[in-house]
T-cell receptor, first 112, second 113 residues
Framework: GESVGLHLPTLSVQEGDNSIINCAYSNSASDYFIWYKQESGKGPQFIIDIRSNMDKRQGQRVTVLLNKTVKHLSLQIAATQPGDSAVYFCAENPNAGNMLTFGGGTRLMVKP | DAMVIQNPRYQVTQFGKPVTLSCSQTLNHNVMYWYQQKSSQAPKLLFHYYDKDFNNEADTPDNFQSRRPNTSFCFLDIRSPGLGDAAMYLC????????????FGSGTQLSVL
């Protein structure tokens, strides 16, 4: 039968504030993680990635933090802008040679 | 400058009428993927090609088929679309390994009437 759409967790922030989007992953053997941004009606767009030998990586206005102890990944967006409004997915590589596994997604809404 | 190009952006088909979605890439990537994405859900992998080798996910219905005639093109064929097949279909590529960074196209939104 047809799947019922899930209600996405939503984070609402004021323009100019910092945003933190969290992701819990399941497999302690995962060694590569990616954050994707997906705007309405578009395909996912790569934001930033990190390998398990690192715990932090910075890009332009974005930072990814990896806590392997508690299997937690976060995406920090500095000075959030209206154009950051989208759904954000984390993805992990559970084992070498296997497919990337996507998390459930978080909707970020930026209030002007 | 689109690198993974999907056509059409919107496709409407009738219940049971075969439909083909297209994807092309200018990246010369070895691996091409097809994902299905329903509203408010994560993309779900249907199958992938590693070069010419076709790999089906265990839970992908037989109704879904794929062709990759050359490195640049990949097609998704839905033989008899049902109402439950209405979704966004995403094509993606990766350079070599299966769990590398994926490059996605803009997707084709399929409606089934």
């Amino acid at each position: 039968g047809e799947s019922v759409g899930l209600h996405l967790p939503t984070l609402s922030v004021q323009e100019g504030d910092n945003s933190i989007i969290n992701c819990a992953y399941s497999n302690s053997a995962s060694d590569y993680f990616i954050w994707y941004k997906q705007e309405s009606g578009k395909g996912p767009q790569f934001i930033i990635d990190i390998r398990s030998n690192m715990d932090k990586r910075q890009g332009q206005r974005v930072t990814v933090l990896l806590n392997k102890t508690v299997k937690h990944l976060s995406l920090q967006i500095a000075a959030t802008q209206p154009g950051d409004s989208a759904v954000y997915f984390c993805a992990e590589n559970p084992n070498a040679g296997n497919m990337l596994t996507f998390g459930g997604g978080t909707r970020l809404m930026v209030k002007p | 400058d689109a690198m993974v190009i999907q056509n059409p952006r919107y496709q409407v088909t009738q219940f049971g009428k075969p439909v083909t979605l297209s994807c092309s890439q200018t990246l010369n990537h070895n691996v091409m993927y097809w994902y299905q994405q329903k509203s408010s859900q994560a993309p779900k992998l249907l199958f992938h090609y590693y070069d010419k080798d076709f790999n089906n996910e265990a839970d992908t219905p037989d109704n879904f088929q794929s062709r990759r005639p050359n490195t640049s093109f990949c097609f998704l064929d839905i033989r008899s679309p049902g109402l439950g097949d209405a979704a966004m279909y995403l094509c993606a590529t990766s350079r070599q390994a299966l769990a590398e960074k994926l490059f996605f196209g803009s997707g084709t939104q399929l409606s089934v009437l």
